[in-house]
């Protein structure tokens, strides 16, 4: 996004590809995010039904000029595209916030996925907080977020100590369950591998250790606790955590075949 003294009467997009345009669009303040997000129709987005070349200079695109960039003569249909894929340009105040929502957005992943070395957990927000602040790095608000971060772990460099954190690990889903368990391995991991034998699937993984626990309870949910997890060579901490929800869910898996049991039983009794 570009930062500009944005009218109060209308905010402008601007829409360039390669050689042709620029071309510009005066949409209704604060109503492109809306409607790019489906929150608002597209009665509601337009300051002027016209494109502009120079709307300071009130140079309006012809014809012609529409014709060659947007393969049509229709200004609604050339403002649509001009105001789904063309760039904004904010106020001050709506820069910040982006901004702000960006660096929270950072520090979260790096708070989520490293550690610190010395104690085996992850730095406190704060203190990567603080450590941005008074770092040279700068969020940029239209990189993705990994991207930065990583650049961001090499810019502390000398000041904190980062391990990228990943738990690895084999899940074998039985073939019953493979439709309904495959979309939540897919969604929640980083699928390696896998491979397909006689009594289901088996996914190698990886996941942030921070998505361990919400992958096997979701897991849980979708095979009843019928599955098998196999932690590989982590650290002592990622290890008893997988350990812990691996018993967790083989005891589910116990206590429902004794319970199924203790049914057959009871009712035979009664037959007797």
Request: hydrophobic share 35%.
């Amino acid at each position: 996004h570009k930062t500009t003294t944005m009218s109060a009467k209308y905010q402008v997009v601007r829409w360039k590809k390669g050689k042709l345009g620029p071309f510009e669009a005066l949409t209704a303040p604060g109503s492109v995010l809306k409607y790019r997000a489906g929150k608002l129709g597209w009665d509601k987005v337009l300051s002027a039904d016209v494109v502009f070349k120079n709307h300071k200079k009130g140079d309006k695109a012809n014809d012609a000029e529409l014709e060659k960039a947007f393969k049509t003569t229709d200004e609604m249909e050339c403002l649509k595209t001009i105001v789904a894929e063309g760039e904004l340009e904010v106020s001050s105040a709506e820069r910040k916030e982006a901004l702000d929502k960006k660096s929270k957005e950072v520090i979260a992943f790096l708070h989520r996925n490293y550690t610190d070395p010395k104690s085996n957990l992850p730095h406190p927000v704060v203190r990567l907080e603080l450590a941005l602040k008074n770092s040279k790095f700068r969020v940029d608000v239209d990189k993705p977020v990994d991207a930065q971060v990583a650049e961001l772990v090499k810019a502390l460099h000398g000041k904190l100590s980062f391990v990228k954190s990943e738990v690895e690990g084999t899940v074998l889903i039985p073939k019953q369950y493979v439709g309904s368990a495959s979309g939540v391995v897919y969604k929640m991991t980083d699928v390696k591998r896998e491979k397909y034998m006689p009594e289901g699937v088996k996914f190698e993984v990886g996941m942030a250790p921070g998505d361990f626990d919400p992958f096997i309870n979701a897991l849980n949910k979708v095979t009843q606790g019928d599955y098998q997890f196999n932690m590989a060579g982590q650290s002592n901490t990622a290890t008893a955590q997988g350990t812990s929800e691996h018993d967790a869910a083989a005891s589910g898996r116990a206590k429902k075949k004794n319970k199924k049991k203790g049914k057959k039983g009871k009712g035979g009794g009664g037959k007797k």
